[in-house]
């Protein structure tokens, strides 16, 4: 089940890039970016209401915990800045290599509270076999 459900995010995040770059080149990057945050704000709400889900703010949680938001704005919006010149496929890929970088880093070190899971000869293959597939799409 996890994994279909992250294969859906994968198709999720393509059309996503796809209708926020084409709103952007309409009203503007920084316009769009405020325009998706709201919309995305009302649908949380409107999950969280049939769901009867409350917020609490603990002072046990770091205060870097809350900011994974302001993260997700300039994700949005530097998608929308590269959708203009690179279509929507460029984006992603080139975003899901900087996860992958990302997450490899995070897991060799163990930072935010992560697991430390080591990065070993085995990954670095996959990660090769990755970067190739992308360099080979920016170059053709």
């Known amino acids: 089940m996890n994994n279909i459900l992250s294969l859906s995010i994968g198709a999720l995040i393509s059309i996503m890039i796809a209708i926020n770059g084409v709103l952007s080149s309409?009203?503007?990057n920084y316009q769009s970016v405020?325009?998706?945050?709201?919309v995305g704000f009302i649908t949380m709400i409107l999950v969280l209401i049939p769901n009867k889900a409350r917020i609490n703010f603990s002072?046990?949680?770091?205060?870097y915990l809350y900011s994974a938001g302001a993260i997700?704005?300039?994700t949005v919006l530097f998608?929308?800045?590269g959708f203009s010149v690179l279509g929507v496929s460029m984006p992603l890929a080139l975003g899901l290599l900087?996860?992958?970088?990302?997450?490899?880093?995070?897991?060799h070190f163990g930072w935010l509270g992560m697991k430390v899971v080591k990065f070993d000869i085995k990954k670095s293959f996959g990660l090769l076999l990755i970067t190739s597939g992308i360099i080979i799409m920016t170059i053709f």
């Open 98 to 107: 900087g996860q992958s970088l990302t997450s490899i880093i995070i897991d």
């Open 26 to 28: 309409s009203i503007g």
């Open 59 to 63: 002072k046990d949680i770091p205060l």
């Open 79 to 81: 998608n929308n800045i």
């Open 72 to 74: 997700g704005v300039f």
């Open 34 to 38: 405020v325009i998706i945050h709201i």
